[in-house]
């Protein structure tokens, strides 16, 4: 009798249990670090050709590709994954903006002056909450298609970490299932040696089982921080 109802009790725990070890394995939160479209403050090297005026709107359409690109993502039929989008705004969350409340959670950016930090800061809320694979975008990249998005996630299932790498020398994606805070340490960011510094510190690190990480890289895409990244990527899109 004890027996059976020890046995009754645990197949209950592990029905309270179960869910949430599923809901874990599920879930695909993509993070979004996003900047408010201030003149003076998005695209400054844009606006040091064309002006802010133009900078900012540059910077808006970049937002409504990004934010477009998302929205097919997260359309996308997936059986064996629930997907989220977390919008981090840089200075403050704007209440009436493109962002539908109704698909888009909406939250602050640490403030700390280090881009690093505040990326692993939101990657550890993230990870720490209900995720079980996180990528993180920027919306500086008008190549950027929900492929990209969807091959990240897929890989994250037999890799430790992803990476889409920038011509630039940095990237413009960063995913990974555990945090790896190295990833996110003495980097030299909005610098053309970013993607190295990333690599060498992936391939000399090891597990806590002692084996290598393990990572793949995306296709290699165009992130606009000029007016000539702009026009060279408009001229690239219209030649398709």
């Known amino acids: ?53 133009k900078a900012v709107m540059v ?12 929205t097919k993502w997260l359309a996308e039929p997936n059986d064996k994954a629930q997907k989220r989008a977390v919008i981090y705004y840089g200075d403050y969350i704007n209440s009436n903006d493109l962002w539908d409340d109704a698909y888009f959670l909406k939250k602050l950016q640490v403030s700390l ?12 809320e993230e990870l720490t909450a209900d995720a079980a694979r996180v990528v993180i975008i920027g919306s500086d990249c008008l190549a950027l298609r929900p492929e990209h998005l969807s091959k990240a996630f897929e890989e994250l299932n037999e890799n430790d970490a992803v990476i889409g790498p920038a011509d630039d020398g940095g990237y413009y994606l960063l ?7 190295f990833l996110f340490e003495n980097k030299s960011w909005s610098q053309p040696i970013l993607m190295e510094e990333t690599l060498a510190d992936l391939n000399r ?4 089982q002692d084996v290598p ?28």
């Not at 009790?9 to 996003?34: A, D, E, S």
């Not at 002056?113 to 550890?124: I, K, N, T, V, Y």
């Not at 690190?205 to 806590?208: F, L, M």
């Not at 393990?214 to 408009?234: C, H, K, P």
Request: hydrophobic content about 40%.
């Open 1 to 53: 009798m004890n027996f059976l109802r020890s046995t009754v009790l645990i197949f209950v725990n592990l029905t309270i249990f179960l869910p949430t070890i599923q809901r874990k394995r599920m879930n695909c939160i993509l993070i979004v670090f996003v900047k408010n479209p201030v003149p003076g403050k998005v695209k400054t090297r844009v606006a040091a050709t064309v002006g802010d005026e």
């Open 59 to 70: 910077y808006l359409e970049l937002l409504k590709h990004t934010k477009d690109v998302i």
């Open 113 to 124: 002056p280090d881009l690093g930090m505040r990326m692993q800061s939101a990657f550890e």
């Open 175 to 181: 995913g990974m299932k555990k945090l790896l805070n």
């Open 205 to 208: 690190r090891k597990t806590s």
């Open 213 to 240: 990480y393990t990572y793949q890289l995306l296709e290699t895409l165009s992130d606009i921080d000029t007016w000539e990244d702009y026009l060279r990527e408009l001229k690239a899109m219209n030649s398709f």
